[in-house]
């Protein structure tokens, strides 16, 4: 008589429990996911910035037109007051000539 085959038992395989975060196993989904997670942290992080880039750049626009304003409005005055200049100075080479006018004129007499 043969014997009657003994079931095989499975062994249990004792493993152990992690201590600490880096010796924790992980799945090929759990990668994944991860992976998922800082692509889509990324894609916002870079949505905020350029939104932010967007609201600099319309700030520095407005300042820059704003410099522009006034450094026309300046060279307008700085005009004014160089066509002011350019008839007091007209004014007083006019009177340079009247003044050379009259002397030649005084001077004639004395002849």
Request: no cysteine; hydrophobic share 35%.
């Amino acid at each position: 008589m043969k014997a009657a085959p003994k079931k095989q038992t499975k062994k249990k395989i004792a493993r152990k429990v992690p201590l600490r975060s880096e010796d924790v196993l992980v799945t090929q989904k759990m990668l994944s996911e991860t992976k998922s997670e800082l692509k889509r942290e990324i894609t916002s992080t870079r949505l905020e910035l350029k939104d932010e880039i967007t609201a600099v750049r319309s700030e520095l626009k407005q300042e820059i037109e704003s410099v522009r304003t006034d450094v026309h409005s300046l060279r307008q005055e700085m005009n004014v007051r160089f066509l002011k200049i350019d008839s007091k100075l007209e004014a007083v080479i006019a009177m340079a000539h009247r003044t050379n006018a009259l002397v030649e004129e005084q001077n004639s007499r004395r002849l």
